[in-house]
């Protein structure tokens, strides 16, 4: 008997990638004759626990409905911010059958390269957490702290260029970068995502919310593999990786 509780997968690309720096939406980068979105969309197609994808894009998005997945996709339309599209998400997700002991897969349309077996070690962590569970990879190298301000005493320098040093170095050992999948029972979901809503707050990814609260989501470490694609070199990267993955 199947007990696990159901699985709500859900690819955030609502974005346009402004730091990416192209005049597509960088979900739409083709990488071996593929888009990122499908590459995403198909890495989580090799999980045992997934087998439909709710993909939230853009109001004006006129591309993902005309391309081919490896799931069966259900659609939603995004907001201006992050969290509203996730919140946009599980409002689709909450209004067919659902329980909020269900979980929500969060997943970034600009990582196409996570390793399948990782997106069942954070489902299968988030199975047995109150909260959920995050991919994520412990910080490897040295961080610096650093300022910025004006040098106006070299003269080979532009004067009142601005320029940044680095101040301290940063402890990494409790430092970790996270990543996604990162899975949340849906009725704690909701509740942070208001949270988030009636405060104003600013976060980058969904665990931000329940730290906030100061609610525990689980760290499963992840593969360094799983990078995003941010900035053009990546995609170079990227390819190397699906290369290598075949």
């Not at 992050?82 to 946009?88: F, N």
Request: proline residues 4%; charged residues 20%.
């Amino acid at each position: 008997m199947n007990n696990h509780p159901r699985i709500h997968a859900m690819i955030v690309a609502a974005g346009r990638g402004s730091r990416f720096g192209a005049s597509i939406a960088k979900q739409y980068t083709l990488l071996q004759g593929q888009t990122l979105l499908q590459h995403s969309v198909a890495r989580l197609a090799c999980s045992k626990y997934i087998d439909r994808c709710l993909l939230v894009v853009a109001a004006d998005d006129n591309t993902a409905q005309t391309l081919d997945f490896a799931l069966p996709i259900e659609y939603a339309n995004g907001g201006a911010e992050r969290w509203q599209s996730v919140q946009a998400g599980v409002i689709a997700i909450d209004e067919i059958e659902s329980d909020d002991s269900d979980l929500v897969l969060i997943h970034d349309a600009a990582r196409p390269t996570v390793p399948s077996r990782d997106i069942d070690r954070v489902i299968e962590a988030a199975m047995t957490e109150p909260y959920g569970a995050i991919l994520a990879t412990p910080v490897a190298d040295t961080l610096k702290a650093a300022y910025t301000q004006s040098n106006l005493t070299d003269e080979w320098l532009d004067e009142g260029r601005q320029h940044t040093y680095a101040k301290r170095t940063v402890d990494r050992s409790n430092m970790w970068q996270a990543q996604t999948p990162q899975v949340f029972r849906l009725g704690q979901l909701k509740k942070v995502l208001s949270h988030v809503s009636a405060h104003q707050l600013l976060i980058t990814d969904e665990a931000s919310a329940f730290e906030h609260l100061d609610l525990p989501i689980r760290l499963v470490t992840g593969s360094r593999q799983n990078i995003k694609l941010t900035y053009p070199d990546d995609a170079i990267l990227l390819a190397a990786i699906l290369t290598a993955q075949a």
